[in-house]
């Protein structure tokens, strides 16, 4: 299959292709591609975790950002976040079933990544040197 081939919105049975608009994988890419997302899961895959915690342990995210990136998960059944009634209230946010699954792919992604670090910054290296400006070589990708 050529990357022709794989036009959004196309079909087809190979459980490794691209697949209609109602796969679901635009929706875990979203969750994948967001980056205070994955941290989040990261972080709650050592245990639960109140909401500073999580804040304190995640460099660069804001409060705000916080709350957004935890609303999201829980919409998508990938975190729960316990209310008790004390005073003040405690808040806590742990990773649900499907979060300790979908933390598992996103250690494989982590895996395959540093496996293939070396190789990547020397295709990185190649490319860069192969289409460096002046060397009559043109991008036609």
Same mark, same amino acid.
């Given at each position: 299959m050529t990357i022709a081939d794989a036009e959004v919105g196309s079909k087809t049975t190979n459980a490794h292709a691209p697949c209609d608009d109602d796969c679901g994988i635009r929706d875990v890419l979203d #969750? &994948?591609?967001?980056?205070?997302? =994955?941290?989040?899961? *990261?972080?709650? @895959?050592?245990?639960? %975790?109140?909401?500073?915690? /999580?804040?304190?342990?995640?460099?660069?995210?804001?409060?705000?950002?916080?709350?957004?990136?935890?609303? #999201? &998960?829980?919409?998508?059944?990938? =975190?729960?976040?316990? *209310?008790?009634? @004390?005073?003040?209230? %405690?808040?806590?946010?742990? /990773?649900?079933?499907?979060?300790?699954?979908?933390?598992a792919a996103i250690a494989s992604l982590a895996d395959w990544s540093r496996q293939h670090k070396a190789a990547i910054a020397e295709s990185r290296a190649q490319w860069d040197t192969d289409h460096s400006a002046g060397n009559g070589l043109h991008d036609r990708s």
């Open positions: #969750r &994948l591609g967001d980056r205070w997302s =994955v941290l989040v899961v *990261v972080e709650l @895959t050592k245990g639960v %975790r109140r909401f500073r915690e /999580l804040h304190d342990a995640i460099p660069g995210i804001s409060q705000r950002m916080l709350a957004l990136t935890t609303k #999201r &998960l829980m919409r998508d059944g990938i =975190v729960q976040r316990t *209310v008790y009634p @004390t005073i003040p209230p %405690r808040t806590d946010y742990r /990773l649900t079933s499907m979060g300790h699954s979908f933390s």
